[in-house]
């Protein structure tokens, strides 16, 4: 056994640069995160107030034009450096056609203080009505219930656990089966489903004994025959299946925790009554950074201790570094964004299925960056949109249909997910339309071979059902 030394070459990226490249990706949220946490634990960094970074008209050109070469202006990369160049980092300023402002978007709303589960909720409940003996065996049956609303573990499991008798926990299960939200404590959805319409008052009737009997068929929309086997009208029978659509089949899912959130979009696109298109960063919950001046100062003392000064060096290189990284972050979000608003312009005024195909290479080598920078830059990324809502940047880059297409223009898989939604919308519910006659379809009308497989992927993505189960039998 021998040991040699090998030398070797390897790519090593600075830790500052490490730290650009993962705030670039983040979130608004994240962001938020991380500034709270330096700010807690770098005393030379100081919050001041909020700031957003916004381009001014970025679209001149006129609705139904298109924006020329000129229009694609890029940033200048040396903006970053510029910001945090002096004590007043984020002034007031323009800087190459950036305005720095303060604004307070209207339509971002508080994030709620807090939100009750519903274990706290069936909990509060349960101490209203047993005794202490029925709140143990409720508090263990209440433990098993999931987010959905349902019992994920046996009965019989929960009573050999609490060495209680079957008849006494399945008291206490029909009782919480009674509690708000109703449905919850059920043990499959037909019991669900079951629960909720005995607590509406639709005992013994049609309504119940197609959920007991016929909960399949009704997946397939197989209403005739339900009414047959019943021996029932067709429109009795409809009526039944549409007081079943109103039920809830996850009844705890309002209690969700994880819904307490919404989506904070990173960008605004406003366009003005002359229709032209602004694009604001939005930064209305990230604070606003400075270095604190006395501790510059400080370092001019010739009395400070080494150990000291070494610490303040080191928390002032971090904090030039961060405050850097995340000016960096916004120029080039903005970069990308403009671009991308420019590209895609006809789908932001009109209608999102006009998307053109777009791809992270394209946008990397019309603002002369990397790829990659492009891919972080739109990762975890949501815009407002003037008529869309909020989408995410993502949802920008639509991928090619690779076939021949007349007059050679490129179609996005936006638009072909526009026109399977809008036929399966009109489409006769009693004889659906499959993925073969989607196929058929596009090709006749717009002569592009489309697979049935490709079909497939996109209606699945979109949400729809296989006609199998959107048919009304």
Not at 87 to 100: H, K
Not at 214 to 241: G, R
């Amino acid at each position: 056994m021998e040991l040699k030394l090998k030398p070797q070459l390897h790519k090593l990226l600075a830790p500052q640069l490490q730290q650009s490249l993962k705030i670039l990706a983040m979130s608004q949220q994240d962001l938020e995160n991380l500034i709270n946490y330096e700010l807690l634990s770098n005393p030379v960094l100081e919050e001041t107030s909020c700031l957003t970074l916004s381009y001014k008209k970025v679209n001149q050109t006129k609705p139904g034009t298109s924006p020329t070469a000129d229009s694609l202006t890029s940033v200048d990369d040396n903006s970053a450096s510029l910001l945090v160049s002096s004590d007043n980092y984020f002034n007031n300023v323009n800087i190459d056609g950036f305005s720095l402002k303060e604004n307070k978007s209207s339509f971002i709303q508080s994030l709620i203080a807090s939100k009750m589960s519903l274990q706290d909720h069936l909990l509060r409940q349960l101490g209203m009505c047993c005794d202490d003996r029925g709140i143990w065996i409720g508090q263990e049956i209440i433990g098993n219930i999931d987010d959905n609303g349902y019992l994920r573990d046996s009965l019989q499991e929960i009573a050999r656990r609490l060495a209680v008798p079957i008849k006494e926990a399945e008291e206490v299960l029909s009782l919480i089966q009674q509690f708000d939200p109703p449905g919850v404590g059920a043990r499959d959805l037909k019991e669900c489903l079951l629960i909720q319409l005995r607590l509406n008052g639709y005992n013994n009737s049609l309504v119940e004994e197609i959920v007991k009997l016929h909960l399949d068929d009704l997946a397939k929309k197989n209403y005739s025959k339900i009414a047959k086997v019943l021996k029932q009208p067709l429109e009795k029978v409809k009526d039944a299946v549409r007081i079943i659509t109103k039920l809830n089949p996850k009844p705890g899912r309002n209690y969700s925790l994880e819904t307490a959130y919404q989506i904070i979009p990173d960008v605004l696109i406003e366009e003005d009554q002359e229709g032209h298109l602004h694009i604001t960063i939005n930064n209305e919950r990230i604070p606003r950074l400075t270095i604190n001046n006395t501790y510059r100062q400080l370092l001019k003392n010739e009395n400070l201790d080494t150990k000291t000064r070494l610490f303040l060096m080191e928390k002032l290189r971090s904090g030039y570094y961060l405050l850097r990284s995340i000016a960096k972050r916004e120029s080039t979000l903005l970069r990308v964004v403009k671009l991308v608003a420019n590209i895609q312009e006809e789908a932001l005024r009109n209608d999102i299925s006009l998307m053109k195909p777009l791809t992270y290479r394209q946008i990397a080598e019309k603002l002369n960056i990397h790829e990659t920078t492009v891919c972080r830059v739109v990762m975890n990324k949501f815009i407002q949109t003037p008529h869309h809502g909020i989408i995410a940047l993502k949802e920008f880059f639509p991928s090619k249909i690779q076939m021949p297409i007349k007059e050679g223009k490129n179609i996005s898989s936006t638009t072909i997910k526009s026109i399977i939604n809008e036929l399966i919308q009109q489409e006769d519910k009693k004889k659906p339309l499959s993925d073969e006659d989607i196929v058929s379809f596009i090709k006749i009308n717009y002569s592009w071979d489309v697979s049935r497989r490709t079909i497939t992927k996109y209606r699945q993505e979109i949400g729809i059902f296989s006609s199998v189960y959107r048919r009304e039998r």
